[in-house]
């Protein structure tokens, strides 16, 4: 595949997020990692299913909204990355939003990969639809589907930019990155065995 036609995923960026040697021996190496086996993949992907067919005419208007797509398939060739939103927010001041469920508790913190995630569907909903985008939302199932407000800023879509061309490097010049300086993410890794 010719360098200008690669698309990554979000769940790239997010691997890459957890380890970027995630990357190289997924893309690189060809080692899947067999996520579909961990429980909170599996359960993740059945509250997806499960708000995508539940209260699919609910707004939220006291957070302004005052339309909704939801389980959006969303794509940039531009940035070279293609993703599902769980549901794309249209809000009353004439800016979109992007929502996501996460089967988390909410414990007064917002993971960076979480953010990370929002600022790139952040990035395709403002291409595609070309619109504002300065917030997104995440709903911790766990937590009664508390909903957090994440703001975005020019300078997050800018790291999001350099996330997906370092990604994209790695896969191109078969570049193989340093490990994820938290040594505690390797315990539960699926690459330990081969990681050196």
């Known amino acids: 595949m010719a360098e200008s036609e690669m698309i990554i995923t979000i769940s790239d960026v997010l691997e890459y997020s957890f380890c970027p040697r995630f990357i190289y021996y997924m893309h690189c190496l060809d080692i899947p990692q067999h996520e579909e086996k961990r429980f909170k993949v599996i359960k993740g992907r059945s ?21 909704k797509e939801p389980s959006t398939f969303i794509a940039s060739k531009k940035y070279h990355i293609k993703g599902i939103v769980d549901e794309v927010l249209f809000m009353a001041d004439g800016t979109a939003a992007p929502l ?79 490990k994820s300086k938290y ?14």
């Open 100 to 178: 996501e469920y996460k089967f988390a508790e909410y414990k007064d913190k917002i993971f960076t990969t979480y953010k990370r995630q929002l600022v790139l569907h952040a990035l395709m909903i403002r291409e595609n639809y070309n619109i504002d985008v300065n917030r997104g939302f995440i709903c911790y199932v766990r937590s009664n589907n508390l909903i957090k407000q994440v703001d975005i800023r020019p300078k997050d879509f800018e790291e999001g930019i350099e996330t997906i061309n370092e990604i994209l490097r790695i896969i191109y010049k078969g570049f193989y990155p340093n």
């Open 183 to 196: 040594k505690n993410k390797c315990i539960d890794c699926c690459y330990r065995n081969i990681c050196t």
């Open 47 to 67: 509250i997806h299913e499960e708000k995508r067919i539940t209260n699919t005419e609910y707004l939220r208007k006291k957070l302004g909204v005052v339309k």
